[in-house]
């Protein structure tokens, strides 16, 4: 049974009706049981009253009188009366010429017994529910016998018939009734099917129908649309960041080969050791956007960094210390003892763009803060430059966004250092983001705290 259910050519619809329907060919076959079970029962009682009933009859008839020898009973197939010794002394017209139907005597102080017999004569091939009963007679106690056949399991074909017709239709209706229920549960999934063929790769725009009932369908319906609305944003993403790398990569190459072909046109009027200068600038900055693209690329693929508890205090420490001397100071408030569990590497990575970025726009200091907040550590980088307007405040974290401030200071960059850092902080399940300092720019990462 497990192997048919278990087909992979079976739909769920075929699956949920077959199941539905084994299920209730269980129901019927238990029910019609406890049907036949109780009305046989029944009837063997009413069968054994019957007997009885007969035996009694004999009893009152002839006790302390002459037995004839021919008897009429109502309601059994045969009786006999007959001596204890087992002659035969009167029976009903089917019995006459028969020996004795039972051997079995009740006991001299019991007014009766029975016995189920399948060998009585006259009854062939039959089994026969057999009563005997003491009869008081004049020239000595007679004992009566009384038989009914006894009922079969099924007690007749009519009813067995009509239990078997109404099972058929029981299981016709179940089938017929589940594979309906089971198809117009499964509409709104093959409408989902048939719209879900509908995308590619390059057409994320479609989206499932949302049924209205508020059920299991609906919140996988409701969870497949938000998908799509992700991918579609990261195609979309990834569209435009291919679009951007491409620009920052094709500009240095494009003007490199225009210094070398003019070069080549007029050799001799060129100053060899400062064209080298200038490409070799041009090959920096190819090679720092490729570094940091590969550095999105890998964040992007690899969501679980290797994690240790790390005093984030320590970490910053040890990061100033390794710094050369900047542009401007750097003041620090160091709260000890704030614990992260973090990539070191990454970590590091973050810290130095933060600082590298903050070293370009500050006026005359950097700060550098780390506290605890509740469950939450705090690092803080801030400066005060010129700030960032609040409206810049998350297009400064997308990829190759560089704004005009930051392109007049720092011409070789490559605008992907604020975009790998958040990158950094999401992968911590952290976050970073530009808060108003008041004054300058202020960038505080947030990540969860690890107590003892």
Partial sequence: MSHLLGRATWSIRARMTVLATLAAVVLCVVTAWLVLHHRHDDELEHRFRHVYGANLELVHRFAHRAVPPVIEVRDVSGAQLVKPDGQVVSAT???????????????????????????????PRQCMIVAAMWVPAPDGDLVAYSALPKPPWYLSEVLLAQLVTGSLILLGLVALGTYQLVGRTLRPVEAMTAELAEITATDLGHRVPVPGHHDEIRYLATVVNDTLELLEAALRRERRFTSDASHDLRAPLTGARLRLEEALMDPGGVDWPCMA????????????????????????????????????????????????????????????????????????????????????????????????????????????????????????????????ESRARDPKGTGL????????????????????????????????????
Avoid: W, Y
């Fill in 93 to 123: 017209a089917r019995m006459l010429g028969q020996p004795r139907m039972a051997a079995f005597v009740p006991a001299p102080r019991s007014a009766s017994l029975d016995r189920t017999l399948c060998d009585v004569p006259a009854f």
């Fill in 277 to 404: 200068k200038e490409l070799l600038c041009d090959v920096e900055r190819q090679q720092a956007i490729a570094e940091d693209i590969l550095t999105l690329a890998r964040l992007n693929a690899d969501r679980s960094p290797q994690h240790e508890r790390t005093d984030l205090t320590e970490l910053t420490r040890a990061e100033l210390r390794r710094r050369l001397p900047g542009r401007v100071p750097v003041r620090t408030d160091l709260e000890p003892g704030v614990f992260v569990a973090c990539d070191r590497l990454l970590m590091g990575r973050l810290l130095t763009n933060l600082l590298d970025n903050a070293q370009r726009h500050a006026a005359t200091v950097v700060t550098v803060v780390v506290r605890a907040e509740d469950d939450t550590a705090v690092l803080a980088v801030g400066d005060d430059g010129g700030g960032i307007a609040p409206k810049h405040r998350e297009i400064v974290f997308e990829r190759f966004a560089r704004l005009p």
């Fill in 417 to 452: 250092g604020l975009a790998i850092c958040r990158e950094i902080a999401q992968t911590h399940r952290g976050s970073l983001a530009v808060e108003d300092p008041g004054r300058g720019t202020c960038l505080v990462l947030r990540l969860p705290l690890q107590p003892d």
